[in-house]
Structures are given as C-alpha cells and as structure tokens.
C-alpha cells in the first residue's frame, strides 16, 4: 500500500553536499520508523540513517557529524542533508519504512517492509 520514492541523487565533488527526500506515496499508518540505506557495487546494503516516529534519530559511525535525517510527518518524507561528502559514499541511497518498530531505529534490512527503488548519489574526488 505504500511505495517510498526517493529523490535528490546526483553528482558532487568531494566536500559538497546533497539533500535527499523520500515521499510515501498512498495511505500510510501514523506511527512508523523511516531509515536511508545505502549500497555500493558489489557490496551489500548497509544502514546510513534513521528516524522514529518520536524523532529519535540513529547513524552508522561513518556519517555522523555530517549527515542529518529529518521527517515531515504531514507529508510523509523523510529528509537526508548530506554535507562534507565523501567519494565512499558514492553509492545508491534507498529509503525505507518499518512499521513494526515506531519507537527505535533498527539497523536491520531485515525490519523494513517497504523500499523505494533508490537514487544514485556520486562524490567525485
């Protein structure tokens, strides 16, 4: 019933930034956890960021102090500013939503039932 889609990819040098949302397209329950999940070519899908219904926030270790997540609940998009970019973050960034958890970010793909088709984020050096 809910389809994530993601937006904002793109090119940028190494140390620029990028702000990536994710609308949920169709009816969506009021209290869920969003997550940004990230894969590179030939690597498995990795956690970057999430956020609960309640606005607790958590980061993998490689990103923190330099990415923020943020949510509009009345639309239903989530928001990830990415400053100080890297070429290792070069990767497809996925949005995803877990609606069995509202309370704590998970890391796991494994809690998140929906996931939009992704968005090609490229930091050149």
């Known amino acids: 019933q809910v389809q994530p889609v993601e937006s904002g990819g793109g090119l940028v040098q190494a140390g620029g930034s990028l702000r990536l949302s994710c609308a949920a397209s169709?009816?969506?329950?009021?209290?869920?956890?969003m997550g940004w999940f990230r894969q590179a070519p030939g690597k498995e899908r990795e956690f970057v960021a999430g956020?609960?219904?309640?606005?607790?926030?958590d980061y993998t270790d490689s990103v923190k102090g330099r990415f923020t997540i943020s949510r509009d609940k009345a639309e239903n998009t989530v928001y990830l500013q990415m400053n100080s970019l890297k070429p290792e973050d070069t990767a497809v960034y996925y949005c995803?939503?877990?609606?069995?958890?509202?309370?704590?970010?998970?890391?796991?793909?494994?809690?998140?039932?929906?996931w939009g088709q992704g968005t090609q984020v490229t930091v050149s050096s």
């Open positions: 995803a939503i877990d609606f069995t958890r509202p309370l704590r970010v998970s890391r796991s793909r494994n809690d998140y039932g929906y």
């Open positions: 169709g009816r969506t329950f009021n209290s869920y956890t």
């Open positions: 956020i609960t219904w309640s606005l607790n926030t």
